[in-house]
């Protein structure tokens, strides 16, 4: 095990939150980013397999954010209550829970690519049918919970997939700047989906968010097909991978004994539980508390999404010399602080601003932890790590849905939005105090062997 001390500019610059830090074995500072200034902020940009990937995955994800908004908005429309917003949101991540962790072994184990081009033509058959029953006016609730659950299936193999696959695309000194650019990409739709969606919802009806994100889905499977795998910096397989079981063991085994992953799980676990329910809440409280209709719901969103999307970008830029440790607390708090006051909001005007810093703070949190867990893994156990972060991400939301969901019908939209933001916040203290314990690297630690000596030897 080796130990390193932080800088004495760190140790000052942080003081409270900084101790001589451990870090795996095998753990190494990266190569600097080549180009300064605005190149910077985009050195993954530089390998033509990521370019591809990153625009096909933009034009994909706006149409995915466009029927995330309007599919509470079609519930709404069904009549349903605040418990049944939180169903939803519960069939739609609640696989992840059981299924991610078998995702990640697929990650480590076959083609990603490939893998990727499967689940996004599953993805593509499920959003036409919610357009087709949509456009016909046959849909039901009972409908809407099917293909949320389809959705769910689905998300649990794509996303460990997908976080584990932005590692192949480029070189490991460009990881971090592709991981923020991957989340600039989700945030660049999360503004432009929402704010569409809210227009189209009022002009032509729900349906037709349905349809662009089926439509939108060739963008994403047309970059995959058109990557270079020759130029892919793929992982070396064993002839022969141990079970299943044993697979998953081993990624457990990792992320206990490795504090750089562990306690970012738990924080992301408890905020993303309590707090990270603004898909149920956020239509009853545009509708019933600030007293807008659809558009004003998506221009809601798109303005979380704005927020977020400059949150992403200031991580492409941040100085690698950074502690993560001050961007994970410090995001979290502006977050959880910003989101307890939106409670007390009855006036748009101060909504608007509230939900921006809510997008900001947020995505500073969530991608600092996603570069300090990819950073602190081998790539040998890269997709079933990862899978562990879709799993207590994802899988938290249906717990969080129903929870906000009960508490909006018994007490109000507002109450529940307060009432999450202060409980995850006695999390990220907790978790604040044991970070502090520690100790967490900069941006440009990265794990360059895998911890285990035996790790390789049961690949074998």
């Known amino acids: ?142 409908h809407v919970y099917l293909l949320a659950l389809v959705a769910g299936f689905v998300n649990a193999i794509e996303m460990p997939v997908r976080q584990a696959f932005v590692a192949d695309l480029v070189p490991r000194e460009d990881l971090v700047n592709a991981i923020a650019l991957s989340s600039t990409s989700f945030n660049l739709s999360r503004v432009v989906g929402p704010a569409v969606a809210g227009v189209t919802i009022a002009a032509f009806g729900v349906a037709s968010n349905f349809g662009i994100n089926a439509i939108s889905y060739l963008s994403v499977i047309s970059g995959l097909m058109l990557i270079d795998s020759r130029l892919l910096h793929r992982a070396s397989r064993p002839d022969q991978f141990p079970s299943v079981r044993s697979s998953l063991a081993e990624g457990l085994r990792f ?20 707090a990270m329910n603004f898909q149920t809440l956020l239509p009853l409280f545009t509708r019933e508390v600030l007293g807008m209709g659809s558009s004003g719901y998506g221009a809601l969103f798109a303005t979380m999404g704005a927020g977020a999307l400059v949150g992403s970008l200031g991580l492409a830029f941040a100085s690698s010399q950074r502690p993560l440790v001050g961007l994970i607390i410090g995001g979290g708090a502006g977050f959880l602080g910003l989101a307890f006051a939106l409670g007390f909001v009855r006036d748009p005007l101060l909504a608007f601003p509230l939900v921006a810093g809510i997008g900001l703070f947020s995505m500073l949190m969530v991608n600092t932890i996603n570069v300090t867990i990819q950073n602190s893994v081998p790539d040998a156990l890269r997709g079933r790590v990862m899978a562990l972060y879709v799993t207590v991400f994802a899988g938290s939301a249906p717990l969080g849905g129903l929870f906000a969901g009960a508490t909006a019908e018994a007490l109000g939209a507002p109450f529940a939005l307060s009432l999450g933001a202060g409980l995850a916040m006695f999390v990220l203290l907790l978790v604040a105090w044991r970070m502090r314990s520690v100790g967490m690297p900069r941006l440009d630690t990265r794990v360059v062997r895998a911890p285990a000596a035996g790790a390789s030897q049961k690949a074998a």
């Open 1 to 142: 095990m080796t130990i390193t001390e932080l800088p004495p500019r760190i140790g000052r610059a942080v003081p409270r939150l900084t101790r001589p830090m451990r870090l795996p074995d095998g753990a190494a500072p990266l190569p600097p980013a080549r180009g300064g200034g605005l190149a910077r902020g985009f050195t993954a940009m530089r390998h033509a397999n990521y370019r591809r990937y990153w625009f096909g995955l933009s034009g994909s994800l706006v149409g995915a954010w466009m029927q995330s908004v309007a599919l509470p908005w079609q519930v709404l429309q069904l009549g349903g209550s605040p418990l049944q917003l939180g169903m939803v949101m519960a069939f739609m991540f609640g696989p992840s829970m059981f299924l991610a962790p078998l995702g990640g072994v697929l990650a480590d184990r076959v083609d990603k690519r490939r893998m990727l081009i499967a689940v996004n033509l599953v993805a593509l058959l499920q959003a036409s049918t919610l357009f087709g029953l949509a456009v016909t006016g046959v849909i039901d609730i009972w």
């Open 255 to 274: 992320t206990r004994a490795t504090p750089t992953v562990l306690w970012p799980l738990v924080l992301l676990g408890g905020v993303a539980a309590l």
